[in-house]
């Protein structure tokens, strides 16, 4: 993970707040990826965005869950309306480009916990 | 049927032994794939890449790839406790998005 940033570290939030959380890519990496590890489980992608768009989230919730990438600043996964549920680890990973040989970078994860 | 797969263990061997992790995948499409590291409340690191068919040494890891039977390993010798950890494998997608499919983990416990 390094040189790629998510913030906050751990997230509190009760029963139908919002969550904003966020990841600074490493230098020089464009494509940010947004995963999400439930307890005692594998991670799951949710959606990929390179600088102002978002490309494939085929892995978000329908509702409630947004994500993006502007041209400035970091990436912001959006949870509005957070349940117990949502509870979990989210990884951003970062990567330069699309080559196969291309290797994504995890950051830190922020977790969080619903109340 | 899950795309990558993984038994997830816990794998136990004694200090100083081979451990072998091992991983199917459906995407015969697929073009890569990727070990990780996640030791408990951390998030993943890299351990090895494999692209081609065979075998990609690095250290006391080799990766196997056997496109043929979809099929990707990695051996870790001379195991040590600080090896004790959950060992994800990742393949990436046949789609042009690079996201990458995850197994449910293999957790290794390193015996002293």
């Known amino acids: 993970n390094a040189g790629v940033m998510q913030n906050p570290r751990h997230l509190v939030r009760r029963r139908g707040q919002e969550a904003r959380l966020r990841c600074s890519p490493m230098?020089?990496?464009?494509?940010v990826y947004w995963y999400r590890q439930l307890p005692e489980e594998g991670l799951k992608f949710m959606v990929y965005?390179?600088?102002?768009?978002?490309?494939?989230e085929s892995g978000m919730p329908k509702e409630r869950f947004s994500a993006e990438f502007p041209k400035e600043g970091p990436s912001i996964l959006r949870i509005q309306q957070v349940v117990r549920g949502d509870s979990a680890a989210y990884f951003c990973?970062?990567?330069?480009?699309?080559?196969?040989?291309?290797?994504?970078?995890f950051g830190p994860g922020t977790r969080l916990t619903v109340l | 049927q899950k795309e990558v797969e993984q038994n997830s263990g816990p794998l136990s061997v004694p200090e100083g032994a081979i451990a072998s992790l091992n991983c199917t995948y459906s995407d015969r499409g697929s073009q890569s794939f990727f070990w990780y590291r996640q030791y408990s409340g951390k998030s993943p690191e890299l351990i090895m890449s494999i692209y081609s068919n065979g075998d990609k040494e690095d250290g006391r890891f080799t990766a196997q790839l056997n496109k043929a039977s979809q099929y990707v390993s990695l051996l870790i010798r001379d195991s040590q406790p600080s090896d004790s950890a959950t060992y994800l494998c990742a393949g990436k997608g046949s789609g042009n998005t690079g996201k990458l499919i995850f197994g449910q983990g293999t957790t290794l416990q390193v015996k002293p």
């Open positions: 990973a970062t990567t330069p480009g699309l080559a196969y040989t291309d290797t994504q970078y």
């Open positions: 965005l390179q600088k102002e768009n978002i490309i494939d």
């Open positions: 230098k020089g990496h464009s494509h």
